[in-house]
């Protein structure tokens, strides 16, 4: 069963996004094809570490699963992989509610998971997700650019139809509390637990929303430092990055052409905000050597875990994008 509450209890279930194997890009030109098995080969190990990780503290791991056969040229276009679950599933207590948006195995595998408490629905009724929307203390927190480019449309629209679909399927009279921002809210900032956050800076007025906590803020990626970068820029508009493919104009018109689903806009994120709390003590992060986090962390006795993920300016997310969290312990309910 479904049992998610906050982000810093102790994790016991999690989904974990799976990608494409190298062979699906069997009879693509070298030029791009390379890069791409190279990416989609070292993702594939990156998610094994990720998964080695998560069983060694007791977490329960669930994959979508993809069929092997499959391959890019057997039609023109294909749906990204299921390597961010997150993106259109939203858990909220014992229910999980799933657009079907994603890649289809996502879905399937959630259903054979919980069938009774997976709920599908269209994600124009409901166009949050765990990578938009916050859960603490009976609260929903919503903050990502589509619902909030016009906040007023969704109070007049969507507050009170959100607020009755969860209601529906949960009995949880829950509060929404919206917060504009930028991109997806776990690229703007995280809960690591009570009273602590890490944050991009001015992302929202936390005196309200968290009155008395404890922020991190932390600055940009400097891509303006990168010329690598500045130049892939020029021709994908800072949408991905991949080291050293700047001038390989093949792969990069293949990247454009087919596989804009795939993508996003990194230049628009902060990967060090976007982090997976095993528990309250620690914390899986992408970047070892982030000494402001590092100094956070220890303030608050979390212990940094490492887990690599090589790819994630390509693929544009975060080692909490690639999870779905499905089940946590409920400490304050044991404690009563």
């Known amino acids: 069963m479904y049992n998610i509450w906050n982000k810093w209890d102790p994790l016991e279930v999690c989904m974990l996004g799976n990608n494409y194997a190298p062979e699906f890009f069997n009879g693509i030109p070298d030029q791009a094809g390379d890069p791409l098995k190279r990416i989609c080969e070292e993702t594939l ?5 990720y998964k080695k990780v998560l069983q060694d ?13 499959e391959r890019f040229l057997d039609n023109t276009t294909k749906p990204r992989g299921p390597l961010q679950p997150r993106d259109f599933q939203l858990v909220l207590g014992n229910t999980c509610f799933t657009t079907e948006q994603d890649h289809v195995s996502i879905a399937n595998k959630l259903i054979e998971y919980d069938p009774e408490n997976t709920i599908c629905i269209d994600k124009d009724q409901f166009p949050i997700s765990s990578a ?3 859960y603490f203390d009976n609260c929903l927190l919503i903050g990502e650019t589509r619902v909030s480019k016009d906040v007023s449309f969704l109070l007049e629209n969507d507050y009170n139809s959100i607020k009755k679909i969860i209601k529906t399927h949960t009995d949880l009279d829950i509060n929404i509390q919206l917060s504009p921002m930028e991109g997806h809210t776990d690229a703007n900032f995280h809960t690591l637990k009570p009273g602590v956050i890490l944050s991009l800076f001015d992302v929202q007025n936390y005196n309200k929303t968290f009155p008395g906590w404890d922020i991190c803020y932390l600055p940009d990626q400097s891509w303006e430092m990168v010329a690598d970068f500045l130049s892939l820029k020029r021709k994908n508009k800072g949408k991905w990055y991949l080291a050293g493919e700047a001038n390989n ?9 087919w596989l ?10 902060v990967f060090d905000v976007n982090v997976l709390m095993l528990d309250e003590s620690h914390c899986c992060v992408s970047n070892p050597n982030n000494q402001q986090v590092n100094t956070f962390l220890k303030k608050h006795n979390i212990e940094p875990v490492y887990v690599p ?3 994630r300016y390509f693929w544009d997310g975060g080692l909490h994008c690639i999870t779905l969290d499905l089940k946590r312990r409920n400490i304050k309910k044991e404690a009563q």
């Open 249 to 257: 104009d093949e792969f990069i018109n293949f990247v454009e052409t």
């Open 45 to 49: 190990e990156d998610l094994d570490g």
């Open 260 to 269: 804009q689903e795939w993508v996003g806009y990194v230049e628009e994120t």
């Open 57 to 69: 503290f007791g977490v329960e791991v669930i994959q979508p699963e993809l069929d092997p056969r």
């Open 309 to 311: 993920f090589r790819h």
């Open 132 to 134: 938009t929307a916050f």
